[in-house]
């Protein structure tokens, strides 16, 4: 069937699966793509565009120094502080701002996030080795979207959400990943529209708050298809596999 075969489907209808509370607790074998847009998908991609062998996905904040102690040369993630600095004992904290500043080239990396991470840990727990676990954002839409379409399976697209709630963004990112899987490139002014969601998806006044959240939204999130990275969860960690292809991690 062709994209104008099947022009009256929106088939992100039958890919997305709105928020990481509604993954199923037996799903169906295929690839499934974590959209976090604001900020672990972002800060995911940044980390490996910077150089990081991988990054593992911890089940629960709090287990980052545990892998740091197991792997001295590791950078780890976790909270910010009210002042926008990493809590104390970690290297960063979701920002793809903030992680320019942090030297990961050829080391692993540890995170989670409540959203983002947390789903990727439960289709972690949840899905069968024929399945999957990819994350996406609106940066890297069609470079994963051309490595997906070489793949003969279906794709669910999750959008993360935000503490149980759906997130618009997070629905931007997955639209974007859905249009360039079919074929069918957005138009400027569709462009417009979306850049403007994502820009006040977490309120009107979210990007000026703080300089780094003003970046991660206006020089990453709305960044639409600017990087190359296309991460893949190999056991508990993601590889970049448009850098590295498919070899194991460093875990």
Do not use: W
């Not at 050829?106 to 996030?113: I, L, N, Q």
């Amino acid at each position: 069937m062709t994209v104008a075969d099947d022009a009256r489907t929106n088939r992100l209808d039958s890919r997305l699966i709105a928020r990481c509370e509604e993954i199923p607790s037996a799903p169906p074998v295929g690839d499934y793509v974590v959209i976090d847009v604001l900020h672990f998908s972002n800060t995911v991609i940044e980390l490996f565009e910077n150089g990081a062998s991988s990054v593992h996905i911890t089940d629960e904040r709090g287990e980052e120094p545990a892998f740091k102690s197991a792997n001295p040369e590791a950078r780890i993630g976790g909270g910010a502080t009210p002042a926008y600095d990493p809590e104390p004992g970690y290297d960063f904290f979701n920002s793809p701002s903030y992680v320019q500043g942090v030297d990961v080239a050829g080391r692993p990396v540890g995170m989670t996030s409540s959203n983002g991470g947390r789903a990727v840990a439960r289709l972690r727990a949840t899905l069968d080795d024929e399945s999957a676990v990819y994350v996406g954002s609106t940066m890297n839409a069609s470079t994963l979207a051309a490595h997906l379409r070489d793949r003969d399976r279906p794709t669910y697209l999750v959008s993360a959400g935000s503490q149980g709630s759906v997130a618009l963004e997070d629905h931007v990112g997955a639209t974007l990943i859905s249009r360039a899987l079919d074929g069918i490139e957005l138009s400027a002014a569709e462009k417009a529209v979306f850049a403007q969601q994502v820009k006040v998806a977490k309120g009107p006044n979210y990007a000026e708050k703080n300089d780094l959240r003003r970046r991660d939204v206006h020089d990453y999130a709305l960044a639409f298809d600017s990087r190359q990275a296309v991460p893949r969860l190999d056991g508990r960690a993601l590889v970049d596999v448009a850098r590295h292809g498919s070899g194991p991690a460093s875990d």
